[in-house]
């Protein structure tokens, strides 16, 4: 199937993300929440079993370690982490224990995570299984495919479409490629999902957002409670929402021209770069090349023109507010 057709199933009708290389840990043990709420930005301690948030763990600076997906079950609360960063994570985790009843675990080899994305998500959510989980992000209830237990997880909308992620066991999970299979439910590739996302203006960890990166300097609200109390980075995070600004803030380009510029081109002004493309596609919404950006606060306002340098040339832009404008 082409890159345009899968697009067309996500932004009409309904497609599936694999999602098998995310990490799941799992926290067990009496002190787990109130654990995990003195160390995430969002709130946890006040989730109740089936509610679920997307947080970030900040260093004492304020600087984004990891994005997480927290969701509470009756008996322990699961962290998913982006890929390759389960261990690294459950590290950092431990790292704050001390004589907390808290027992952290690595289950990512236990699970498969797989992601319905589109209009129709709900309703083949539905006739998969049964049942559709609540519609407020991140909240879950438990359900079968087949005999397969698995649990459906309202996503956050990272496409800017209804999400259904479907966490099954790891053995299950080519059981429950046959049935999406069955179901006429294709795989969204990368491409399509790429245009998608950048489109929905949702930065991904490990691409448009690292350690280097300020959490105020990307879109946040989803990920924060002013409201919770204590955790490392909150005291710069209410800094800046106090007293000041950042120096630089996440935008949209769209890019005259049809070249798709690299992760790490250039954005320049008047001749100066003031800032860096993190991500970039061929959009099948615009039919042009749209980025995102980390852009100097000074020429982060949409509509600003500006360029960005890919080969040896300047190619025209212009900053947009995120999402993008369909």
């Known amino acids: 199937m082409a890159p345009s057709d899968e697009y067309a199933l996500v932004r009409r009708q309904v497609g599936f993300l694999d999602r098998t290389d995310f990490g799941v840990l799992e926290l067990t043990g009496r002190d787990r929440a109130t654990f995990l709420h003195a160390l995430l930005s969002n709130e946890i301690k006040a989730l109740t079993q089936g509610q679920g948030c997307a947080a970030t763990l900040l260093d004492v600076h304020g600087k984004v370690q990891v994005v997480l997906y927290v969701w509470v079950a009756d008996d322990r609360i699961f962290v998913v982490t982006p890929p390759a960063m389960a261990a690294k994570t459950a590290e ?97 590739g990368p491409e399509a999902f790429e245009s998608a996302r950048i489109e929905a203006g949702t930065p991904v960890f490990g691409h448009d957002v690292d350690e280097s990166v300020l959490l105020p300097e990307i879109p946040f609200e989803n990920l924060l409670s002013y409201t919770k109390g204590c955790y490392p980075g909150q005291e710069v995070v209410v800094r800046i929402r106090d007293r000041g600004h950042v120096n630089r803030e996440l935008r949209g380009l769209v890019l005259e021209g049809d070249q798709v510029p690299p992760q790490g081109a250039e954005v320049v002004a008047d001749g100066a770069a003031i800032g860096k493309v993190t991500s970039a596609v061929q959009s099948l919404g615009l039919s042009r090349p749209i980025a995102l950006a980390f852009v100097r606060r000074q020429h982060a306002e949409p509509g600003t023109r500006v360029a960005v340098r890919v080969g040896g040339a300047t190619v025209a832009a212009t900053v947009s507010a995120l999402p993008f404008a369909r």
């Open 92 to 188: 950092a985790l431990d790292h704050y224990l001390f004589s907390e009843k808290v027992a952290i675990e690595d289950v990512s080899r236990e699970h498969g995570l797989f992601v319905l994305v589109g209009p129709r998500a709900g309703e083949t959510s539905e006739r998969l299984t049964g049942v559709r989980p609540p519609e407020k992000p991140w909240s879950h209830v438990v359900a079968k495919v087949g005999d397969a237990p698995v649990r459906l997880v309202s996503g956050g909308g990272e496409t800017g479409e209804t999400e259904v992620w479907i966490m099954a066991g790891a053995a299950e999970a080519s059981k429950l490629r046959a049935a999406l299979a069955g179901a006429n439910v294709p795989p969204i």
